[in-house]
């Protein structure tokens, strides 16, 4: 699907293949990172989920006493039903609490079995991911480098126009003394133009608040996806270690469902990495579209026959020498990630994982503003 995407939008765009030398892409993969999102960061996320996983049996021997102890209430309560006569002999209730217990001495397995369908889906959608990505990293080094032709355009264009002002101010002192004021007045409306020029092509700040806004939107970006999976991660391992007891407990009649709630909720914070690979998949193309939108951009600013004075000119007057496409795709994409909770309760229903989430939201949201005022009080 990507690359029949990604092939509709060369057709429309037309944005030609920048040649990318090998120490330009190690220079930015060593300052930007390689890729969107940091390749070592999502391994060790990956990792480190099935690490903490190996610490389920924590509280295995906990729950089975606390079973054992449940399963005594349950078949005294059964037995004190028939004897009274309000209910009859069944086999099949009786034998549930077994198999709950066996549930919880073979917990590592039973969680694995639960976590496969969603860790089919991760697998898949992250598959489409891995494939979309690697197009947009390539348009992002085409784009780096083509803004660095830009800016070193800027730049020219800026050393040619002190060259003209340095000796503009030499033949404008000797003319000043030997000619009218008419011409003065002449060469005024020559020259001034030209340090108008030179004022607009000041690029050393712009490419510096460039830098900034674009490094803000691809950390947002980041960090939006680290906190998904770092999120699944404390609230799976959370579910794991401390789920024997919700299977000890249901074995009672009061706490029936605390096992199926177990169950879909995990089912559900195991959807988190599918989900979120799928986000990122579409957001992929967004921001697919946007590089190569810009990227056309930035070969006609640059040229085949020389850079275009004009449009450098007007591209210098706004402010940042970016476009803005790929920044709002990425801005666009932090946001969408952090509905990855909500979106998971659409497929398992589910309202204990979305409103912790949501708590934990407004927590962060109040540590912020806290942290905000004591540094404006301070």
Request: net charge negative.
């Amino acid at each position: 699907m990507i690359n029949n995407v990604t092939s509709g939008l060369g057709i429309i765009l037309q944005a030609a293949p920048v040649s990318v030398p090998d120490s330009f892409k190690d220079t930015f993969n060593f300052l930007q990172g390689n890729g969107v999102y940091e390749e070592g960061m999502m391994h060790f996320l990956k990792e480190m989920k099935n690490t903490i996983w190996t610490h389920y049996d924590s509280f295995i021997a906990d729950a089975q006493a606390l079973a054992a102890i449940f399963m005594l209430i349950f078949f005294a309560i059964k037995s004190y039903e028939m004897i009274s006569g309000d209910k009859k002999l069944e086999v099949m209730p009786l034998l549930r609490p077994f198999a709950l217990t066996m549930v919880i001495l073979w917990w590592g397995i039973f969680t694995r079995v639960v976590a496969y369908p969603t860790d089919v889906v991760a697998a898949k959608t992250e598959a489409m991911f891995d494939g979309s990505q690697t197009e947009v990293n390539d348009l992002r080094l085409q784009r780096a480098k083509l803004m660095v032709e830009v800016a070193d355009q800027l730049l020219t264009v800026q050393a040619e126009t002190e060259t003209a002002k340095a000796e503009a101010d030499t033949w404008y002192e000797k003319a000043w003394e030997s000619v009218k004021s008419s011409v003065k007045d002449g060469f005024s409306e020559v020259w001034n133009p030209i340090v108008e020029m030179r004022n607009r092509l000041q690029v050393g700040l712009q490419l510096l608040a460039t830098s900034i806004i674009e490094t803000l939107a691809i950390w947002l970006l980041r960090i939006c996806v680290y906190i998904i999976f770092i999120v699944q991660i404390i609230f799976s391992t959370i579910l794991i270690i401390l789920g024997p007891f919700s299977v000890a407990v249901s074995i009672l009649p009061a706490f029936r469902d605390s096992f199926t709630t177990w169950i879909a909720r995990f089912t559900s914070v195991n959807l988190y990495s599918g989900i979120a690979y799928l986000v990122m998949y579409v957001a992929s193309l967004f921001q697919h579209y946007a590089l190569e939108a810009e990227i056309t951009r930035y070969q006609e600013l640059v040229g085949t026959s020389g850079p275009s004075l004009e449009k450098l000119s007007w591209f210098a007057s706004n402010g940042v020498l970016s476009f803005g496409m790929v920044i709002v795709t990425f801005i666009i994409g932090a946001l969408t990630m952090l509905t990855v909770p909500s979106i998971s309760t659409w497929i398992v229903s589910t309202s204990g994982v979305s409103s912790a989430a949501s708590s934990m939201g407004r927590n962060a949201s109040n540590m912020g503003r806290m942290a905000a005022s004591v540094l404006g009080g301070g």
